[in-house]
């Protein structure tokens, strides 16, 4: 600026002690049209589309400690305290996605209902 270079009105605010609102006084006094001002405010984020539900066609089998199939829940192995009893299951989704995952004591049948 001392030697008398142009400067963008958009380059002031980067000046030190210079702020956007004397950018945007400096632009209003020049009458120059609001479209070089500050950036707007950043565009709010959508929530996240919720999970699909998991589908009603899939098959699942209790596991033991090898990771082997077996039909009764007394063969499958068992994790957690006496209090909180889980069972190691596997569950074969309709998609082809398989999980292993642990199934409460209050919702583990004495047998599962399929097993190959």
Not at 6 to 20: C, E, F, N, P, Q
Not at 42 to 57: E, F, G, L, V
Request: net charge positive; proline share 10%.
């Amino acid at each position: 600026l001392k030697a008398g270079n142009d400067i963008s009105l958009g380059a002031l605010h980067t000046l030190r002690g210079v702020g956007h609102w004397v950018v945007q006084q400096v632009r209003e006094h020049l009458g120059e049209p609001e479209g070089g001002g500050p950036a707007p405010p950043p565009a709010k984020r959508r929530a996240a589309a919720p999970p699909q539900k998991t589908p009603n066609a899939f098959t699942w089998w209790y596991i033991d400690k090898k990771g082997k199939k077996v039909k009764d829940r007394n063969s499958a192995e068992v994790v957690g305290g006496l209090d909180s009893l889980q069972y190691r299951v596997c569950i074969l989704h309709s998609s082809g996605r398989m999980e292993k995952a642990c199934l409460p004591e209050a919702k583990a049948p004495p047998v599962c209902p399929e097993v190959a």
